[in-house]
């Protein structure tokens, strides 16, 4: 089991910039791959970013270039910074574990089974 805790949402107005963390705490040894996932109201949770063991990350293509994912050297805590925020970033993310060496962009919140609690990003135009 591995315990996945976000925060750093929050309101903020379109442009500005957003660091997102999520704690990671459990048997650390089995779960390495690790995602940020965002579900807006009335849609399905989706893919954002994804990092492996080998701290290569991997992004859906349209957040390439403004969305960021990275994990301190302690693998402990999972960040998602996000820039030129705009309002149709507005979502709960989340971040999820899977127990695997590797990284895969095109999976579905289906495939993944520990997940954290969200976080709101609220952009304003």
């Known amino acids: 089991q591995v315990h996945l805790a976000e925060s750093g949402g929050g309101s903020v107005q379109a442009g500005q910039s957003l660091r997102l963390s999520c704690s990671v705490s459990?048997?650390?040894?089995?779960?390495?791959?690790l995602y940020w996932f965002r579900q807006i109201p009335g849609q399905e949770r989706k893919f954002v970013a994804c990092?492996?063991?080998?701290?290569?990350?991997d992004y859906e293509l349209s957040f390439k270039g403004r969305f960021t994912i990275s994990i301190d050297s302690a693998k402990t805590t999972l960040y998602l910074s996000l820039r030129e925020l705009k309002p149709e970033d507005t979502a709960t993310y989340y971040c999820?574990?899977?127990?695997?060496?590797?990284?895969?962009?095109?999976?579905?919140?289906?495939?993944?089974?520990?997940w954290g609690q969200g976080t709101q990003v609220t952009v304003s135009s």
């Open positions: 999820a574990a899977d127990p695997g060496n590797f990284c895969h962009k095109w999976y579905t919140a289906g495939h993944l089974h520990q």
């Open positions: 459990g048997d650390l040894r089995r779960y390495w791959a």
């Open positions: 990092i492996d063991p080998n701290l290569t990350g």
